[in-house]
């Protein structure tokens, strides 16, 4: 182990003995640096996106039924709130 990993590995040895410090800490921190967040998520998202498709295709593949259920319920939803702003 170099030392970068050494550290790490006492890092993660003192979360896991004071979880709820380290919580509040993370917390309190991204209240604090929002913008690092909101890149940091949406880099996230963007490298995670073609796994979450696979993983909704193959879902629906397997599940057909239910796939058109949903797609159906949100079709109904669509076709009542444009009724609902035309009648308006």
Partial sequence: ????????????LCREA???????YAKEWQKAN???CKVYMH????RN???RIAAARAWQAANPEKFKAM?????A?????????SNA
């Fill in 1 to 12: 182990m170099n030392d970068a990993q050494i550290k790490a590995y006492k890092v993660r």
């Fill in 18 to 24: 004071n979880p709820e410090k380290y919580k509040t």
């Fill in 34 to 36: 929002r913008d690092k």
């Fill in 43 to 46: 880099n996230y998202y963007q």
């Fill in 49 to 51: 996106k073609p796994a």
């Fill in 71 to 75: 797609l159906c319920k949100a079709y």
């Fill in 77 to 85: 939803k669509r076709k009542a709130r444009l009724a609902a702003l």
